[in-house]
């Protein structure tokens, strides 16, 4: 079983920081790509940041300059520092990895509940 929990969301004023982690654990023996998504009320699920294992990283338009993803392949653990936020952020922010179990098994992809982020103006 592997499990992705995310932490780190809240309520924050426009202008504000926030910083999301996302923690894989269970039965992992290897992480590829790590990456964090959002969706608001009424919209699809949009990729936000994306870092693959050797920590190459790709961003959206509408966050470059403003989030930043990082991970710690130690922890199994993923991070996005989001900087000057705007209320257009707001959404719930979901974890995604890229896991494989065993020496046997491909690469299957993994979801975290989710996390609210609510910027207000």
């Known amino acids: 079983q592997v499990q992705l929990v995310e932490s780190g969301g809240g309520l924050v004023q426009a202008g504000g920081s926030l910083r999301l982690s996302c923690a894989a654990s269970?039965?992992?023996?290897?992480?590829?790509?790590m990456a964090w998504y959002r969706q608001a009320p009424g919209k699809r699920r949009d990729m936000v940041a994306f870092i693959t294992s050797d920590g190459t990283t790709n961003y959206a338009d509408s966050v470059k300059g403003r989030f930043t993803v990082s991970r710690d392949n130690a922890k199994n653990t993923v991070y996005l520092q989001m900087n000057s936020l705007k209320p257009e952020d707001a959404a719930v922010y979901y974890c995604?990895?890229?896991?494989?179990?065993?020496?046997?098994?491909?690469?299957?992809?993994?979801w975290g509940q989710g996390t609210q982020v609510t910027v207000s103006s």
């Open positions: 995604y990895a890229e896991i494989s179990r065993t020496r046997y098994s491909g690469l299957n992809p993994y």
């Open positions: 269970g039965s992992i023996r290897s992480i590829n790509a």
